[in-house]
């Protein structure tokens, strides 16, 4: 989620009467340097914030622990997705101006000794004693060794496994008939979720520099948006995912296109392809998977499978700078991407080089990632009653949530998309490239 800005004021909300107990109204307003900016009610019947304001409502005591046991936002989460938290004026598919108004106008504070110690005897010791998280929360990292040492292959499944074998129906209701769970690309907010997605198939197909009777592999392909986009061009095309629900939907997508003289999808590790000699590799949506440390070797598997003077397109999440740490924050790695790892474009830039890839172009997308996941949730909303029949309530708060705070980070810089494009230069350094950009959009 969207951090909240810090400040060690000393100020508070209001201040409590010494002729009445401590209410859990007031108990929020001590976290507060300043009035709460959004409305608050709790389980004891107190009320703090704009009348009119959107906001979260306390429904019971373990919603409070919850709040008051996890680091950062990892409590908030955890009522939310259990349901002892609710959101008011606000649909549980779509929180982003909830979290902006949060963004903006909540100043978090650290409560003084004598606070904390009021707050203790106001809600009783019980109340933060830890319990359970709710089932849909992935164990810490830490605890994740029954599955394999970090970004094993037997690892790496079961973190794939966890985040995309959800439901096929599901992620139909929330990205649409083209089923392409990454960045669209717009030329307008106004355009369409499909046009923006057809967009963005095509910029990868021209910048790969593709032609009928190529060949092209599509690691970590989802549900084969790309594969079908460019087996359509003519081009025999090859997509390979670690989800098994994935590769089942795709390859029976292929079939009832005609296309499988041209197409195919495995249920298969990007490390496990046997065919060299592609024309070219399309990687999106997948480097975010990899792990930091794994980046050298993965580059240089790609790489392998390329022909002298084939091209690599690299689309992936990444942050605006290269030296902070690039594990997750515990709602992303417990909930969303279990695993999952973030880092700079020039740090991928780096290992690509590094490896022998020659780059030769890069672009910032965060923009139109800002606008793909609003219209997701867009999705999610219209169709949320479907959604929940397909995954439970649970499951689906956990998309609406991390969507909608996604959206909130690509607006302000927290995180980037970009797309890079590299050779793999022949023995006499020969990439084979146009001496201008050949693609538009």
């Not at 095309?237 to 029976?252: D, H, M, N, P, Y």
């Not at 499988?260 to 000699?277: C, K, N, S």
């Not at 397909?390 to 959206?407: I, N, Q, S």
């Amino acid at each position: 989620m969207t951090s909240f800005k810090a400040s060690t004021s000393a100020g508070r909300g209001r201040p409590v009467s010494k002729t009445r107990p401590m209410t859990i109204a007031d108990i929020a307003e001590t976290a507060s340097a300043g009035p709460l900016p959004f409305r608050f009610r709790a389980f004891d019947g107190s009320e703090a914030g704009p009348q009119d304001a959107p906001g979260l409502q306390l429904n019971n005591r373990r919603a409070l622990t919850y709040a008051l046991t996890a680091p950062g936002d990892l409590g908030l989460v955890r009522a939310l997705v259990s349901g002892d938290m609710d959101f008011i004026k606000t649909h549980p598919a779509d929180p982003y101006e909830l979290l902006k108004l949060m963004d903006d106008e909540l100043h978090v504070r650290r409560p003084s000794p004598s606070e904390i110690r009021d707050a203790i005897g106001a809600l009783g010791l019980k109340t933060f004693v830890p319990v359970p998280p709710p089932p849909q929360e992935a164990t810490p990292r830490w605890q994740r060794v029954a599955q394999g040492l970090g970004h094993s292959k037997k690892r790496d499944s079961s973190a794939i496994s966890k985040h995309y074998d959800v439901s096929n129906a599901f992620y139909e209701n929330v990205l649409g008939p083209s089923m392409a769970y990454t960045c669209a690309v717009f030329s307008s907010p106004d355009d369409s979720l499909e046009q923006a997605q057809e967009a963005k198939l095509a910029l990868v197909f021209d910048k790969l520099g593709l032609e009928p009777g190529q060949r092209l592999l599509d690691v970590g392909c989802g549900w084969g948006s790309m594969v079908r986009h460019a087996a359509r061009r003519g081009v025999k095309t090859l997509g390979v995912t670690l989800s098994r629900q994935q590769a089942e939907w795709g390859q029976k997508a292929i079939v009832n296109e005609g296309l499988q003289h041209l197409a195919e999808i495995r249920f298969l590790d990007y490390r496990d392809v046997p065919e060299t000699g592609f024309d070219a590799i399309s990687s999106i949506g997948l480097t975010e998977h990899i792990g930091v440390k794994k980046y050298p070797a993965y580059f240089r598997s790609l790489q392998d499978r390329l022909r002298p003077g084939g091209r690599l397109l690299n689309h992936c999440i990444t942050r605006p700078e290269n030296f902070s740490k690039f594990k997750p924050e515990a709602f992303i790695d417990r909930y969303v991407f279990p695993d999952g790892e973030l880092t700079g474009s020039g740090r991928i830039i780096t290992v690509m080089q590094d490896v022998g890839f020659d780059v030769r172009h890069s672009e910032n997308l965060r923009e139109h990632y800002a606008l793909t996941l609003r219209d997701w949730c867009a999705n999610l909303r219209q169709n949320w009653d479907a959604c929940i029949d397909e995954v439970g309530e649970g499951t689906a708060r956990v998309w609406g949530l991390y969507m909608a705070a996604c959206r909130l980070s690509f607006e302000r810089n927290g995180i980037q998309l970009h797309q890079v494009l590299a050779v793999k230069p022949g023995s006499k350094g020969d990439s084979a490239v146009p001496l201008r950009p050949w693609w538009t959009g």
